[in-house]
């Protein structure tokens, strides 16, 4: 029996459920793949603190450098978060010629180039399956099943507390205040929830995405994101009304050769027939376009440390395995991507405004659409009093086209108020 002997930086949420995992697991680990793996060392901030493990306690010290780089640890895994140190404790392990696995979805999104350049050079594994949509199994297929795949988009819903509002709103009717308040008080989302409900979180996944589906570096400031917070209840029932479901997705998609891509986050209007749109509560999925598989979906838990470290802990054993058989799995080169501007993006969009209820009202809204040359798939008139309330869908049109549309709207005095432009995505699904 191959023993290897693991170093983990960070016993929270993830570091802790990992280790009773490995300690359920270990004797099924060992059977399939003749390694024994063994946690020797684990950094904490206090080792004060009670975390009701079954270790022993003189594993645990505060000292992370002294583990990512101590000759008698084999592999490193890294639950801290955050940038610093996790980075420089990364390169000092992998300098020492150690695999490494980490869910480190900020650092990754931010410095993964770098990161997977030196555990390149150096010949070792950095595995990252945990750091987008949790417990999901997506980097490793696209990094090996669908290596050799022409993927054109990838769309996925990888933030479960934006996911859960959204669904809190559409089903119960919670506006939005609500149903974030009651995800805060489940422990779905921070007390200050602005990296989840706006897409930073999601954006920082969806660089991470783009970066190995298309073999580019994409970093997290590449992402356009917009957030969920003026999504309406209003917005929601027209969305149901037309046959759609308001998600907050972050798309990527290759755009042009050489690597040119676009990525984004932000909520989206999804046919209700659409896979993706039946993803609810704190769930994540990710649907993957190819031009030879078609379409994939990938389904599960995107939090949680249990989840979460089921998948930090199936890296450490392909680590282990690849580290026992002497071949590390290659990310293989990445080239520069060239990011398209969100101007350039075309989409279908929703729209609504509030407009004067007299005649030829209709015609100079429309007038402006024309004049931008934004034609107009669907329109729906609702009286409210002396206002009527217009909604359109369009066809697909360009970003910049849509903008000034609505800037001149604005200008209209028969357009008393403006609201959301919801980007409507999914209509090439087949079943639509
Ligand atoms: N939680 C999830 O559901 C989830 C899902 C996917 C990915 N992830 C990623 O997994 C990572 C860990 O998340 P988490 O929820 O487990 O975080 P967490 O509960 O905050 O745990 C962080 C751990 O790191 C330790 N730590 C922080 N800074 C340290 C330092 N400088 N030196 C030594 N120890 C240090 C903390 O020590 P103390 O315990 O002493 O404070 C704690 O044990 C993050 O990158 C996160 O994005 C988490």
Do not use: W
């Amino acid at each position: 029996m191959n023993r290897l002997r693991v170093g983990l930086l960070g016993c929270g949420n993830v570091g802790a459920a990992l280790v009773a995992l490995l300690d359920e697991q270990r004797t099924a680990v060992a059977a399939r793949t003749g390694i024994e793996l063994e946690i020797t060392r684990i950094a904490v901030r206090s080792t004060a603190r009670d975390r009701g493990l079954s270790i022993d306690p003189s594993v645990f010290c505060t000292d992370a450098a002294a583990i990512a780089s101590d000759p008698e640890i084999d592999i490193v895994v890294e639950v801290l978060g955050g940038i610093e140190p996790a980075r420089t404790l990364l390169r000092d392990a992998i300098a020492t010629g150690k695999p490494v696995v980490t869910g480190n979805k900020e650092l990754l999104a931010n410095h993964g180039a770098e990161l997977f350049g030196a555990a390149d050079d150096a010949g070792v594994d950095l595995l990252f399956e945990a750091a987008v949509a949790g417990a999901i199994p997506l980097i490793r297929p696209l990094r090996e099943s669908l290596a050799a795949e022409p993927i054109e988009r990838i769309m996925g819903i990888v933030n479960g507390t934006t996911n859960y509002i959204l669904t809190q709103m559409a089903d119960r009717g919670a506006d939005y205040a609500e149903a974030l308040s009651e995800a805060q008080s489940l422990g779905y989302a921070e007390r200050d929830p602005t990296a989840d409900v706006e897409g930073f979180d999601a954006g920082a996944k969806a660089a991470i995405i783009a970066t190995v589906a298309f073999g580019a570096v994409v970093v997290a400031g590449d992402v356009y994101h917009e957030g969920i917070s003026d999504i309406t209840l209003h917005d929601i029932e027209m969305a149901r009304r037309l046959g759609y479901a308001v998600k907050a997705i972050a798309v990527a998609e290759r755009t042009g050769e050489p690597p040119e891509v676009a990525v984004r986050v932000h909520p989206a209007m999804v046919p209700v027939q659409h896979p993706l749109a039946g993803v609810r509560d704190s769930f994540n999925a990710v649907f993957v376009q190819g031009g030879a598989v078609g379409e994939l979906m990938f389904y599960g838990r995107g939090a949680g440390g249990r989840p979460t470290a089921g998948a930090v802990l199936g890296d450490l054993v392909d680590a282990a395995v690849n580290l026992s058989s002497g071949g590390p799995g290659r990310i293989g080169r990445l080239v520069p991507a060239k990011v398209r501007s969100i101007d350039d993006l075309r989409s279908e969009y929703y729209l609504a405004l509030e407009v004067a209820d007299r005649p030829g009202v209709l015609a100079s809204v429309a007038a402006v659409f024309g004049h931008h040359g934004v034609s107009i798939r669907s329109m729906e008139q609702h009286g409210l009093g002396d206002e009527a309330r217009l909604v359109f869908i369009t066809h697909e049109c360009r970003e910049r086209d849509l903008q000034a549309t609505r800037r001149d709207l604005r200008g209209l005095d028969e357009v008393h108020e403006l609201g959301s432009v919801i980007r409507v995505i999914g209509h090439d699904h087949p079943q639509h």
